[in-house]
């Protein structure tokens, strides 16, 4: 395994990050708990959970399993969602924040948390005040990194900022969607990244199961497909026919790279250096062995090119390009 820094720190990771959101849920804790030791067994020493994942059972399971083997992992949770009804148990406050790491800290059943996510924006309160409840884990030895997930370009900035002026605990990577028919992180996130040292954790790199070729044009959804079940964020991010046709181009180009398209499709998200790491979901043993493939898979130069050419760089699919002028970054390639 290769390890790689994320971002500007010295913490060490590898390349595909094991996404426990099936874990406790639709993944039973038996086969999760076997996922996660496979996972260790071939050198990942990323696990990625959040304390919503599941009701918490996520972190529960993921908890037992690591066990003794805790030291062999780089452990991921998040804190923002809803963990109850009341006007406390959601946010970024310093309230939500003292008192959800302390839950998340007990199913874990570990004394830290190696990298600790801001899971999405909270308007309702001052990003310094979020800093500050962070920091002060930090220095708690509660936290040992913080980051963010789902935050734009500017907002990052905002909380850089915020930490340099106020000597706090600065967030080291941020986890947005990225995959092949979601490209917008290319036109101002991914370059903000790489100037300033962020790492990236892509998640949904297989979009959500489209670029797997299990979806297709006027066809029902196989069962039991994040699409039968109506998942709400696959409906906004990932159904739209563009992405269906891609998949089918997808399909043909790791045929030519003697892979499979999750392979291919995950390979290309790794193969960009500004992302750290691909956050894997698998459900089964089976849908992880064959991510794992993607770690042999080197994409050709002309594979990016046509993949260049479905999903313009910096864009998704289904985008307009009517205005010539628009500014599109272009994927980096060294």
């Known amino acids: 395994m290769n390890y790689v820094n994320m971002g500007a720190s010295g913490l060490k990771v590898s390349p595909l990050c094991l996404g426990t959101m099936m874990f406790g849920g639709p993944t039973d804790e038996a086969e999760s708990i076997r996922i996660i030791h496979r996972a260790l067994d071939e050198g990942i020493n990323f696990i990625d959970t959040a304390n919503v994942y599941n009701g918490g059972e996520s972190e529960r399971v993921v908890g037992k399993a690591l066990g003794d083997r805790r030291g062999e992992a780089v452990l991921v949770t998040k804190v923002r969602g809803p963990m109850g009804d009341g006007p406390n148990d959601s946010g970024t406050s310093r309230y939500h924040i003292l008192t959800e790491v302390e ?3 007990r199913r874990l059943d ?4 190696d990298l ?5 924006t909270d308007p309702s309160t001052p990003i310094q005040e979020t800093l500050e409840a962070l920091d ?3 220095g708690q030895g509660k936290v040992r990194y913080v980051g963010c997930s789902n935050f734009d370009a500017w907002q990052i900035c905002e909380a ?9 605990a600065s967030l080291c990577c941020v986890q947005p969607l990225y995959n092949m028919v979601n490209r917008n992180p290319e036109l101002e996130l991914f370059p903000f990244c790489q100037r300033f040292g962020v790492g990236v954790m892509a998640y ?4 959500r199961g489209v670029l797997t070729g299990k979806y297709s044009r006027n066809q029902a959804f196989p069962e039991g497909s ?4 109506g998942d709400r964020r696959i409906q906004e991010t990932e159904l739209r026919p563009e992405s269906f046709d891609v998949a089918l181009e997808v399909q043909s180009l790791a045929e030519s790279h003697g892979c499979t398209p999750s392979q291919f499709a995950l390979a ?3 193969a960009n250096p500004i992302v750290t790491a691909a956050v894997l979901g698998p459900r089964t043993m089976a849908q992880f062995e064959d991510n794992l493939g993607a770690l042999g898979v080197e994409i050709r130069a002309e594979a990016l090119d046509e993949i260049d050419r479905l999903v313009p760089p910096g864009t998704h699919t289904g985008a307009s390009f009517d205005d010539p002028s628009r500014p599109v970054l272009g994927r980096p390639r060294n």
């Open 103 to 105: 839950n998340s800290l």
């Open 110 to 113: 570990t004394d830290h948390i």
């Open 116 to 120: 600790y996510l801001i899971h999405r």
């Open 136 to 138: 002060l884990l930090v």
């Open 160 to 168: 850089l900022w915020t930490s340099d002026r106020r000597n706090l």
């Open 204 to 207: 949904s790199p297989l979009a």
């Open 226 to 229: 994040r699409a039968a079940r």
């Open 268 to 270: 290309w998200v790794i």
